[in-house]
């Protein structure tokens, strides 16, 4: 079969590591890079492509078979819009948009032209969530009542002197690292509908803020609590549990959610279950049985890009991470932010009716 040929926009962090993934993938090749900066033709020049400044140079003198968006935020919903005028299928990075009006306008052009376009909320591939969810889909836990969970961690001064942006609103982990949480739980427990929060910055005294704690409520009436900080010398964060991003350390013995229902609990990504038998009359009297799920690990930005490969082949007709699962993970997140602002319970706005009030 004919490798594809991927172009790759965005040659910072994240977009080096997609550079890496399909110049190493057995089904698809690096075609070139697009990024205006110094920094990326010696990216281009080290892995032997091509780089153009601009997506419009790229679609008129070679266009490729499929481009990964790595760009800034405020840049997705413009390329992601180029990349659908070109016909060519595309992987936005997450956030989908930069506002919650240029991601309504996206998905109904995706819905008009039935473009070729994911999301990169990677985790989505993970194994691990794959195994977690087969549990709770299997009944064993009985009726989901509580979900918590945390992402906290310590980010180094240096993340933050080489980003002054960082340190302002809109630069910190609630829009940065709660967007791929809120992914998770919603893979695993279901759709939330509504949230109180409490944020501070009394760590770093920057702008923006580095620690929040989040009450969440899901539309099957499990209730949630989160811890999100990135000023916490803590290992519970995915990151640091799931092994699966080797840059980071890793503790095989901590967990960073716990899904517990009216039978059962399951802790992740151990993986631990704890549940009552057939036999035993649920109390708190009585002895659970317990056990693992057996663990398999694989790079889920690996397999994401299996899964675009895919699509553009035709192979798979729909995108795991659709623009739709995109949006309205970016709407959980505002309702977020809100309540951080407010201090009062904020309902979250669904994505249908964001549309029909869009085109009222």
């Known amino acids: ?32 890079i697009v ?17 153009f400044d601009s997506l419009d140079a790229l679609f008129t003198q070679d266009k490729p078979d499929g481009v990964i968006l ?27 948009t930069d506002s919650i009006e240029d991601g309504i306008a996206l998905l109904d052009r995706v819905t008009q032209t039935q473009a070729k376009l994911l999301v990169g909320h990677h985790r989505a591939y993970s194994p691990l969530l794959e195994t977690a969810r087969s549990v709770v889909e299997s009944g064993e836990l009985g009726k989901l009542v509580s979900v918590t969970g945390s992402a906290a961690f310590y980010k180094p001064d240096y993340y933050f002197n080489e980003g002054e942006w960082r340190k302002v609103k809109g630069g910190g982990p609630i829009l940065i690292n709660m967007i791929h949480e809120i992914g998770n739980l919603r893979y695993l427990v279901g759709d939330i509908v509504g949230v109180q929060a409490l944020s501070s910055n009394v760590a770093r005294e920057f702008e923006v803020e580095d620690t929040c704690v989040i009450s969440l409520r899901f539309a099957n009436g499990t209730l949630g609590s989160f811890v999100l900080s990135d000023a916490s010398a803590s290992p519970r964060s995915w990151e640091q549990t799931s092994q699966e991003n080797k840059s980071y350390a890793t503790y095989e ?3 960073c959610y716990h899904i517990a229902g009216t039978n059962g609990c399951l802790s992740v990504p151990t993986m631990q279950v704890k549940s009552f038998a057939n036999d035993v009359t649920p109390s708190w009297w009585n002895a659970m049985e317990e056990r693992s799920e057996a663990i398999n690990r ?13 699509l553009i082949r035709g192979q798979e007709t729909k995108p795991r991470v659709s623009v739709r699962d995109g949006l309205q993970n970016l709407l959980v997140i505002d309702a977020i932010i809100q309540a951080c602002e407010s201090g009062e319970y904020v309902s ?4 249908q009716k964001q549309q029909e009030l869009a085109t009222a």
């Open 35 to 51: 990024d205006p900066s110094p920094g990326a033709v010696d990216v281009a020049e080290q892995y032997g492509v091509p780089v």
């Open 298 to 310: 694989e790079d889920p930005l690996k397999l994401q890009l299996e899964h675009f490969c895919s």
């Open 1 to 32: 079969m004919e490798k594809l040929r991927i172009s790759v926009a965005g040659a910072g962090l994240i977009g080096k590591t997609h550079i890496k993934l399909v110049a190493e993938s057995n089904q698809c090749e690096l075609a070139s």
């Open 70 to 96: 790595a760009t800034p935020n405020k840049l997705h919903a413009l390329q992601a819009h180029q990349c659908i005028d070109a016909g060519v299928p595309a992987i936005v990075e997450k956030p989908v």
């Open 253 to 255: 013995t901590e967990d």
């Open 348 to 351: 979250v706005r669904e994505v």
